[in-house]
């Protein structure tokens, strides 16, 4: 004997069923984790760069003091803080640590967006030690280098005895450095094509200007290719990873 329904039941029941929310359904949630997961990727780019990130935090130190400084003041703030001739032959160690630590011009986001996209991929890939070798080396030997020629310029009557007290800070020559080394991140054949543009773009400035900048500019690139020793097995390749003894069971 067939069991007794009411009229429209089953109807009911499947309308009920098509029209009763999910809990948790809708735009929200998904919004929700898309923006942690965005958030993580960040944190741990960050945290594994500690070195560029701290380094990009201390240029935005100096360059709100920096731009609370009358325009006198700065010149000669800095100009004390450079690592020119003068100042290379008075405290060599100390300028050539404070003039990392300011940005001429006082533009710090642009360097924000360059440290992201090259001081810290090299940190990720080369580790904090050997990325701050090469960003070290560069820095030091492209800043002795330039100045030795400029002050064979100056002794020679190429130019003049003011460029002696020359202001020179900033950070470009271990960017230019880090941006060099990244050449081995690269692989080929489109790694030869990154290490030409690098040499194109520093080598026309100092081709066709020809300041002791630009020269302090290419030598950093030339730095930078040759720390290739620091890129072999660096920490953060997949080689690197695939070496690691097995831990034991």
Known sequence: MPRNHRPG??????????????????????RTTVAR??????????TGAPGTYLWLAVLFVTTVVMHRMSPD????????????????????????????????????????????????TAEHWLGTLRWLGVAAAAHILATLVSEGVLAWAIRHGHAPQSALNTLDVGVSYALAGVIAVLTYRVRPPWRHVYAFAVLVFYGIPLVTGRTFTDLGHFTAVLIGLACYPLTRNPPGSRTAHKTKAPVAQ
């Open 73 to 120: 003041f700065e010149e000669d703030f800095l100009r004390q803080r450079s690592t020119n001739i003068h100042e290379l032959s008075q405290n060599p160690v100390r300028v050539l640590v404070s003039s990392a630590l300011w940005i001429d011009g006082g533009r710090w986001l642009p360097y924000a967006v360059l440290f992201t996209v090259f001081h810290a």
């Open 9 to 30: 039941h089953g109807r009911a029941d499947a309308t009920d069923t098509r029209t009763t929310a999910t809990p948790g359904a809708g735009p929200g949630p998904a």
């Open 37 to 46: 997961t965005a958030l993580t990727a960040v944190r741990r780019w960050i």
